[in-house]
């Protein structure tokens, strides 16, 4: 690494590949972020304690897993709200291709331990159907969104459900400010026409494709 390179501005968000990064980062980020912190705050001063009982780890681990489809789809929505104004009128087809772009991220990893063989394909169903489905609507607030799935977050959070009961507005909020984080990422990294320019594109010959493959 030469001496200034840390000075130099990572190239923007453009492309599909680029997109599928910042998606699975952010999702990674937002899962791990919410449920360490909650533990952390939960378990007080016995954390560091807590967090290296191999029983815990594993649990954190199957919790982390679980809930990452549904930050993938909170992410890819929030995605597809920022870059609907950069699409025009073909919004349908930017849908295509962003949906394509999360496939690409459940398609990096293997099936989670302890999880069912189709685990990564109901991933990729539930984030395809719901960006579909905000093409139905008026985008919403991003701290809004993820309200749809807090209560099915806040259920795998590997702390016994009889201490975090009173604790589903501090785990919503959590996600809340995380994800607001995630678009703030998402407006300064994104080229967002260059790359609303290259989901029309990817998204149009997804249809094709799938027009061609009809009977």
Not at 29 to 44: D, I, N, P, T, W
Not at 104 to 127: H, K, N, Q, T
Not at 151 to 180: A, G, M, W, Y
């Amino acid at each position: 690494m030469g001496l200034l390179d840390f000075l130099k501005r990572k190239p923007p968000i453009a492309d599909l590949p680029g997109l599928s990064d910042f998606l699975d980062s952010r999702s990674a980020f937002l899962v791990q972020k919410c449920l360490y912190e909650y533990a952390r705050a939960r378990s007080g001063i016995l954390s560091p304690k807590l967090f290296k009982e191999p029983t815990f780890k594993a649990a954190m681990e199957t919790a982390q897993w679980g809930n990452y489809p549904l930050c993938l789809q909170h992410v890819t929505v929030m995605a597809e709200h920022t870059l609907r104004q950069h699409a025009g009128g073909e919004a349908d087809e930017m849908r295509e291709g962003l949906i394509a772009a999360s496939d690409a991220v459940c398609r990096r990893y293997p099936v989670p331990i302890g999880f069912e063989s189709g685990f990564w394909e109901a991933a990729r169903l539930r984030v395809a159907h719901r960006v579909r489905l905000a093409g139905l609507a008026p985008p919403r607030a991003i701290k809004d969104l993820p309200h749809e799935t807090a209560k099915e977050f806040s259920e795998r959070v590997p702390i016994h459900p009889e201490l975090r009961q009173f604790d589903f507005e501090l785990v919503t909020n959590n996600l809340r400010v995380n994800l607001c984080r995630a678009h703030e990422d998402f407006l300064a990294m994104a080229d967002a026409s260059a790359l609303a320019r290259a989901l029309i594109a990817a998204g149009s010959q997804t249809e094709a494709a799938a027009a061609s493959a009809a009977p």
